[in-house]
């Protein structure tokens, strides 16, 4: 049972435009969400994150939207560069952040097209 | 200031065998965590050390096993290999406080033939 999801395995977006990664969890212990941005041959490279405590949280062009209601979060980068092509990862904890163990999506391919 | 080092990058190996993965954390990181990435199942967590201790442990059998030294540094270990085995094996480390972000290595690709 998947408890961090991510329905869409890719997403194309023009370079210059948003682009909105989407996640859907269904603890409802987590209290902790951080998203993760993977390059091939390397590990993922922390992005950004928010505490349950907070709807948005914002970093440059990322920000983080949560929606504990829905059970619903969201990345939006703006704008989306060509370096921004990647898999992105959600990832939630319920403990407060990385002291426990993250439950991963399955993952997000981000492709910025020129 | 280094980042988090694994060891070897890449393994391949025979159904039965048994394999030790190594990780360095970041100087002054305390907790260690082992992830498995596979194709199908995506990332899952396998288990976390803190000072010397496993403190929380993922849904996977007993042939996975770690350990952590007094230096923070970490060792995976996976006997009786499987085919199912094969995977990319990421660790990662954190300061071990809470709210904390957790920071990976680039993994060892483990091939089991």
């Known amino acids: 049972d998947q408890q961090v999801k991510q329905n869409s395995p890719s997403l194309s977006v023009q370079e210059g435009r948003i682009s909105i990664l989407n996640c859907d969890y269904t603890?409802?212990?987590?209290?902790?969400f951080l998203w993760y941005k993977k390059y091939p041959a390397e590990g993922p490279t922390f992005l950004i994150s928010?505490?349950?405590?907070?709807d948005k949280n914002e970093d440059g062009r990322f920000t983080v939207f949560l929606n504990k209601s829905a059970k619903h979060l969201s990345l939006h980068i703006v704008p989306s560069q060509p370096g921004d092509s990647a898999v992105y990862f959600c990832a939630a904890s319920g403990s407060g952040g990385g002291a426990d163990g993250l439950t991963f999506g399955k993952g997000t391919h981000l492709i910025i097209q020129p | 200031k280094a980042g988090v080092t694994q060891t070897p990058r890449y393994l391949i190996k025979t159904r039965g065998q048994q394999v030790t993965l190594s990780c360095s954390p970041i100087s002054g990181h305390r907790s260690v965590s082992w992830y498995q990435q596979t194709p199908g199942q995506g990332l899952q967590f396998l288990f976390e050390?803190?000072?010397?201790?496993?403190?929380n442990k993922g849904n996977f059998p007993g042939r996975f096993s770690g350990r952590q030294f007094s230096n923070s540094r970490s060792e995976m270990n996976v006997s009786t290999l499987e085919l199912g085995d094969s995977a990319l094996y990421l660790c990662?480390?954190?300061?071990?406080?809470?709210?904390?972000?957790?920071?990976f290595g680039p993994g060892t690709r483990l091939t089991v033939t």
């Open positions: 050390y803190f000072s010397e201790t496993q403190r």
């Open positions: 928010i505490s349950s405590i907070k």
């Open positions: 603890n409802s212990m987590f209290d902790y």
């Open positions: 990662a480390s954190s300061r071990g406080t809470t709210t904390t972000e957790q920071y």
